[in-house]
C-alpha cells in the first residue's frame, strides 16, 4: 500500500524557515519522483518543487527558487523540502505526491493531475 506522510508545518514569522518531511512506504521511493505541492485557500493546487528519482534531477517553481531546496534521504524513505526566506503567500497546505506509472513524472511537475499518490497535507502558515 502506498502511503506518503508529510510532517514539519507550522506558523512562522516573514523571513523565517521551516523544514517539511515525505516519509513514503509501500513502494522503493529512491526510484521515484517525489513532488512537493501547496494549495492556498481558494486557490488551485500548484507544483513547487520535484526530485526525480531515477536521474537526480530537481526542479522549481519560479516563485520558490533561490529559496526552497528540495533533497531526499533514501535510506529513510523521505524527501525534504527546505524552505528559507519565507513570505505570507507562501501560506498554503502542502502535500507531497508521487506517480508510480512514470519515472520521468517531476518533468510534469507543474501538473498535479499527473501525480495519483498523494499525502495528507501539512499547513504552513507565514505570518507575524
Known amino acids: 500500500q502506498v502511503q506518503l506522510v508529510e510532517s514539519g508545518g507550522g506558523l512562522v514569522q516573514p523571513g523565517g524557515s521551516l523544514r517539511l518531511s515525505c516519509t513514503t512506504s509501500?513502494?522503493?521511493?529512491?526510484?521515484?519522483?517525489i513532488g512537493w505541492f501547496r494549495q492556498a485557500p481558494g486557490k488551485e493546487r500548484e507544483g513547487v518543487s520535484c526530485s526525480s528519482g531515477w536521474d537526480g534531477t530537481t526542479y522549481y517553481a519560479d516563485s520558490v527558487k533561490g529559496r526552497f531546496t528540495i533533497s531526499r534521504d533514501n535510506a529513510k524513505n523521505t524527501v525534504y523540502l527546505q524552505m528559507n526566506n519565507l513570505k505570507p503567500e507562501d501560506t498554503a497546505v502542502y502535500y507531497c505526491a508521487t506517480e508510480l506509472s512514470d519515472l520521468r513524472i517531476c518533468s510534469y511537475y507543474y501538473v498535479p493531475q499527473r501525480f495519483r499518490s498523494w499525502g495528507q497535507g501539512t499547513q504552513v502558515t507565514v505570518s507575524s
Open positions: 509501500g513502494f522503493t521511493s529512491g526510484y521515484y519522483g
